[in-house]
Each structure stands twice: as C-alpha cells, then as structure tokens.
C-alpha cells in the first residue's frame, strides 16, 4: 500500500425509499442513526413521530445499530401494543486507491466493505398478514421454547427445592 494514496470514496446512501422492508405503510417516519445521534434526545421526538404517523421505521448502520435496537425497545417500553419488524439488510462503501507514481505499473485498486444495517419497523396497526422472512424464522426457532417439556421444566423450576442431609448438623 505504500504505492498508492486514497482516492474518492463512494458510500450506498441509506434513504426512505431504499428500506428493504416488505409491505411497507403508505405513510410512516423514518430517521435514521448516526454517530452523533444520541439516544436520550431522540426518544421524545420519535414517541411523536410514532403517534402522529402511526409508523416509524428506525434504521443504523455499522456500529450504529446497537443504538437503533435501544431507541425500538425504549420506544415499545413506553408505548404499549406496538408491532415490531426487523429486517438486516448491508450498505456497501467502495474506496479507490490511485497508484502514486504515473508508470505503466500498478492499477487503481478498489476496496469494497459491505457495513451490515438494520432497519426496524414500528407500527401501531398491525399491518396485514405476511409470509415470515428467514430472519424472523431463526429468531423464532432461537428465542421461543416450544418444546413439550419446556412447561414441566418451567413448572419444577417454580417449586422450592429442598435440599435434605443425612449428617446431622452440629
């Protein structure tokens, strides 16, 4: 790399109308999270957003969507029965990096990163029945016990154990 410097960047802009939710609202807010977002400030403004519009959708990138699923789950504390859809989606950054020196040597390079993103639908109405993406299968099959003896064990967990000792205690 010493060979070359840092040309132009180009970065996939995350807007409204590349969300790759499936049957979106007509109507809905979206905002998405940077770096500089901060997630006390943005709480009340999106509890409006989601009020008056009846949709939000909350979308982070890279390192930002640790702050996307806090904002959600704040959100959905607050407001009782909100409806929540998560979809993983990836923005891809492309860098080129330009030879230093004008001979017939090296190429201009490009590096491609794909920054994996996340976009999480909010909604008041439950919005109309849909086939389940293979995101939501696997958290499905991951987080729920749907196990026959999930109930016993959760039955015996709630009993108090007694513990007996054959040495007496002295």
Not at 82 to 108: A, C, H, I, N, S
Not at 120 to 149: C, F, G, H, V
Request: proline letters at 5%; glycine letters at 6%; charged letters at 30%.
């Amino acid at each position: 790399m010493e060979h070359y410097y840092k040309g132009k960047n180009q970065e996939e802009v995350l807007t409204k109308e590349n969300i790759p939710i499936m049957n979106l609202p007509e109507n809905f807010a979206w905002s998405e999270v940077t770096g500089s977002s901060r997630v006390r400030t943005l709480v009340g403004s999106l509890n409006k957003m989601l009020k008056q519009e009846k949709s939000l959708v909350i979308s982070g990138s890279g390192p930002n969507t640790t702050k996307a699923v806090t904002l959600a789950e704040i959100i959905k504390r607050r407001q009782k029965h909100v409806y929540e859809r998560m979809t993983l989606g990836e923005r891809v950054v492309q860098e080129f990096w330009e030879p230093k020196q004008e001979v017939e040597g090296p190429d201009t390079l490009v590096v491609t990163r794909r920054i994996p993103t996340i976009h999480i639908l909010l909604d008041i109405n439950k919005t109309e029945s849909r086939p389940m993406s293979q995101d939501e299968e696997l958290y499905k099959a991951i987080w729920t016990n749907d196990s026959p003896n999930g109930d016993a064990k959760r039955q015996r967990q709630g009993q108090k154990q007694v513990k007996t000792c054959s040495k007496p205690v002295i």
